[in-house]
């Protein structure tokens, strides 16, 4: 009973905070967001801890801390939440908040891939395209980036060219029947 009280409380702080961070019902305000967020983050929402993070990564609301965006990141990736292991997967790759770790980053956006996430999915063939955390495999980039290409919103316009255009420039590396094996992985890949 006592568990269903604080989800449902959780559940609440979430909503408030959603609405000061999209100015519903009240000012736009990404201080008040963030205390809101942190709230239900330290309850182990993984949604309000990749949110947490995010506002660390960029800079609102509170100082950039990117140790700290990090930090938050983690906490919901291990909870299996996509976003925050995109987030995670930027953060090695980059080196920000972490050492720069391309074998880490390929480790966090593969498991944000193969939940269906088309910002992770370019990330992860733009790695095996480069060969930067996994051995280059032109085959596993094409499939990933047209992956990735295919998923990306109408509002993502610019992230479906880009990874339309690299997909692109990966095909000219192979041979017919590499890009058709490439297709047919795509094709016949699941979510997980």
Same mark, same amino acid.
Do not use: C
């Given at each position: %009973? ?8 959780? &559940?609440?702080? %979430?909503?408030l905070?959603g %609405? ?10 990404d ?9 239900? !983050? ?5 949604? !309000?801890?990749?949110? &947490? ?10 100082? $950039? ?5 990090a ?7 291990? $909870? ?7 987030? &995670? ?25 193969? =939940?269906?996430?088309?910002?992770a ?14 051995? $280059? ?19 993502e !316009? ?6 339309v ?8 590396? &192979? ?7 490439? =297709? ?9």
């Amino acid at each position: %009973m006592l568990k269903r009280i604080l989800a449902g409380v959780v &559940l609440i702080v %979430m909503l408030l905070a959603g %609405m000061y961070f999209a100015g519903k019902g009240v000012p736009q305000n990404d201080a008040e967001a963030v205390k809101w967020y942190r709230l239900a !983050a330290e309850q182990g929402h993984a949604k !309000a801890q990749f949110l &947490l993070g995010s506002y660390y990564h960029d800079g609102k609301g509170v100082p $950039q801390d990117y140790t700290e965006a990090a930090k938050w990141y983690r906490l919901a990736a291990e $909870q299996g939440d996509a976003d925050a292991q995109w987030g &995670l997967g930027i953060s090695y790759r980059d080196g920000q908040g972490v050492p720069e770790d391309y074998t880490e980053a390929v480790k966090w956006f593969r498991r944000a891939a193969q =939940q269906g996430d088309a910002s992770a999915q370019y990330n992860l063939g733009r790695m095996y395209g480069t060969g930067k955390g996994v051995p $280059q495999d032109y085959v596993q980039a094409h499939m990933w980036l047209n992956l990735g290409a295919s998923r990306f919103s109408a509002s993502e !316009a610019e992230d479906r060219v880009r990874a339309v255009h690299n997909r692109d420039i990966i095909a000219s590396y &192979l041979t017919p029947a590499q890009i058709a094996e490439a =297709q047919r992985l795509a094709k016949e890949w699941k979510p997980r």
